[in-house]
């Protein structure tokens, strides 16, 4: 079923209250803490424990209230005044206060702080009234509204979090997120790492329901870790459990053809592509072949994107156009990239002196089909042009750990806009500065330089002609194998209705309920 059919079935009903909802996992949460942090296992747990002061619209393209209920931006685009909602409280009962938010965003822009301070750069200080909130910035920021709305600019209690264990910043996170509190729909109950995350309803969520009672209508969610594919499935029919992420797109038909599931496609911003370590030697010292762009190229120009996506999405994706995917503001591909042409592949690899191939390995996650469909297509595909790929599967943490310490050759990757804005893809992909580019160790100058300018640029003409620039550059240089855009696969007992995915990948379950 997809997306807009399933809305109108659960808006026609009342939701009922009470219940578990148990909703599979492929891979668990590594850290709880909306600022130091980057992983999509940790982020869409946060936004079911944490609020920010906007919220992404459904259509992941504006900002909505939240924890502030209206915001005024000055002429010269330098100050904005915030209006906190009253009455809200955290999920310990303690009230937010206006210096909780001010100490938050002090937290989530400092520069020693995460990979995502960069979305909060523009702001020079921050002064509270009794119910408001005033950022002044140091120019116009034209990401500062949707960077509101971002998970790492989530509102924390600070007295809780300072009266935590350790004696810096970062021990003091840690220890607050073994326990975290927000002012979310749910709260946070018991987690037992690599097997299940429980969360309870939070009892002073600030927000109604139709029924006029509060959010959430559920008293539980329970986040069981099911890394293998077809385990979580038969899980689902066996009716185990009552929802599960990242269905196999091979799998999609199967599920929408039994009565008692429902088959969910919800629009995305999400990629799928191959991340390439570019740098000019591996972590053990021997050279690396694909920091040559002519061999990048050719990685790209050997893979038959239409034949991948049938293997993989059966159809359900749609060719890249650039490393964004074509619902990010900003977008410019005006085709798909690098269209299969396995001669021209061979004539780059021969004008890069690798006439005769090479080796190189690429990580997987174990137990994911769209990963060992990805993986043996290209390897089949490469071998073609004399590439051999060895494929190592390794589970999350492994390779997360790996990928952050940038030893891999390969990585199977897939990103979800968190933001509305093109300036958080490409800090991550493109901009060396904060992560050596998706830790690919690709650098360019003029990327970094376009990119700094486009985060103080207003006039939405030259912002266009920058990100172009850039698209065109990073595209050209081809750091990942670029793959397809694909809708999120989710699915559910037919009995548990109301989970919403927006295009940011937020999973939101305020209002999720199980029909009794």
């Not at 659960?10 to 909306?34: H, Q």
């Not at 971002?150 to 021990?171: D, H």
């Not at 049938?310 to 994706?317: D, F, S, W, Y």
């Not at 074509?326 to 690899?349: I, Q, V």
Request: hydrophobic share 40%; net charge negative.
């Amino acid at each position: 079923m997809f997306v807009g059919l399933a809305l109108a079935s659960a808006g026609a009903e009342a939701a009922t209250r009470g219940g578990t909802l148990i909703y599979a996992r492929y891979a668990d949460s590594l850290f709880l803490d909306p600022v130091l942090n980057d992983a999509n296992v940790d982020i869409w747990i946060l936004t079911n424990l944490y609020d920010t002061l906007l919220a992404p619209t459904s259509d992941g393209q504006g900002v909505s209230p939240s924890l502030a209920t209206k915001w005024d931006v000055a002429t010269d685009g330098k100050t904005v005044t915030l209006t906190l909602r009253s009455g809200v409280k955290f999920s310990d009962g303690s009230p937010l206060t206006p210096q909780d938010v001010k100490w938050s965003l002090d937290r989530a822009r400092d520069p020693k702080a995460g990979a995502w301070n960069f979305t909060l750069a523009a702001v020079d200080t921050i002064e509270t009234g009794p119910d408001t909130v005033v950022l002044k910035l140091k120019h116009a920021d034209p990401t500062l509204l949707p960077a509101l709305a971002t998970f790492n600019a989530a509102i924390l209690p600070q007295k809780q979090f300072e009266a935590s264990s350790g004696s810096s910043m970062e021990e003091k996170a840690k220890a607050f997120a073994e326990h975290p509190i927000g002012t979310g729909p749910f709260a946070f109950v018991s987690w037992k790492r690599g097997e299940v995350m429980k969360l309870k309803r939070n009892d002073y969520y600030w927000k109604m329901g139709e029924d006029g009672k509060p959010l959430p209508y559920l008293d539980a969610l329970e986040f069981p870790v099911i890394p293998d594919d077809s385990t979580r499935l038969l899980k689902l029919k066996a009716g185990e459990i009552d929802g599960t992420e990242f269905v196999p797109y091979a799998r999609v038909k199967d599920l929408q053809a039994d009565p008692s599931l429902r088959m969910e496609l919800w629009p995305s911003t999400r990629v799928r592509y191959l991340t390439l370590y570019v740098g000019d030697k591996y972590k053990d010292g021997s050279p690396n072949p694909i920091s040559n762009p002519k061999v990048r190229q050719a990685l790209n120009y050997a893979i038959n994107k239409d034949a991948v996506i049938q293997i993989t999405t059966l159809n359900l994706g749609k060719p890249m156009r650039s490393y964004m995917s074509s619902s990010t503001p900003l977008f410019s591909g005006a085709a798909p990239l690098y269209p299969y042409d396995p001669a021209k592949a061979k004539a780059l690899l021969a004008e890069a002196g690798f006439a005769n191939g090479f080796s190189f390995s690429c990580l997987s996650l174990s137990g994911n089909g769209d990963d060992a469909n990805d993986l043996t297509a290209a390897q089949q595909m490469w071998a073609q042009i004399g590439v051999k790929l060895k494929i190592e599967q390794v589970d999350n943490p492994t390779r997360t750990a790996k990928y952050r310490a940038e030893d891999f050759q390969c990585r199977t990757s897939a990103w979800t806009d968190d933001i509305a804005d093109p300036s958080e893809i490409t800090s991550y992909f493109a901009y060396y500065p904060n992560i050596h580019s998706l830790h690919s160790g690709f650098d360019d100058k003029r990327i970094d330089e376009l990119f700094e300018k486009s985060q103080e640029e207003n006039d939405k003409t030259a912002r266009t002609a920058e990100y172009k620039e850039i698209q065109d550059r990073y595209n050209s240089a081809a750091p990942i194998v670029y793959l397809y855009e694909t809708p999120y696969p989710v699915a559910f007992r037919k009995n548990a209705k109301g989970f919403v995915q927006i295009p940011l990948g937020n999973n939101l379950f305020e209002s999720a309920y199980i029909e009794k």
